[in-house]
Nanobody, 121 residues
Framework: QVRLVESGGGLVRPGDSLRLSCAAS????????MAWFRQAPGKQRERVAN????????HYLDSVKGRFTISGDSAKNMVYLQMDNLKNEDSAIYYC??????????????WGRGTQVTVSS
């Protein structure tokens, strides 16, 4: 079965760090663009980061550049999002998503159910 399962969310204070994990039941994450999205109440969903399995190229939402790092382990089919210096504005449900390498940028069609991240003092 093709599925993604996120874990690692929780409640942290501003300035703290958190690492999210995504277990990917795929043939290989090397054949996919893997991504993290987030959605906060009353806001549009936004793409936080993505990772190209073939090249290792990574891209980030401007507001998280320098603070978040996406990485993958193809041997374990795991994808991670390391979040440092968290801000209140980072609070959201975070989703792992995937699309095949050759598909358009809006073609993410495999989604996890999400993990809650709450940043509060």
């Amino acid at each position: 079965q093709v599925r993604l399962v996120e874990s690692g969310g929780g409640l942290v204070r501003p300035g703290d760090s958190l690492r999210l994990s995504c277990a990917a039941s795929l043939s290989s994450i090397s054949n996919y663009v893997m991504a993290w999205f987030r959605q906060a109440p009353g806001k549009q969903r936004e793409r936080v980061a993505n990772l190209y399995g073939t090249s290792g190229s990574r891209h980030y939402l401007d507001s998280v550049k320098g603070r978040f790092t996406i990485s993958g382990d193809s041997a374990k089919n795991m994808v991670y999002l390391q979040m440092d210096n968290l801000k209140n504005e980072d609070s959201a449900i975070y989703y792992c998503a995937a699309r095949r390498i050759s598909t358009p940028a809006d073609a993410y069609n495999i989604w996890g159910r999400g993990t809650q991240v709450t940043v509060s003092s």
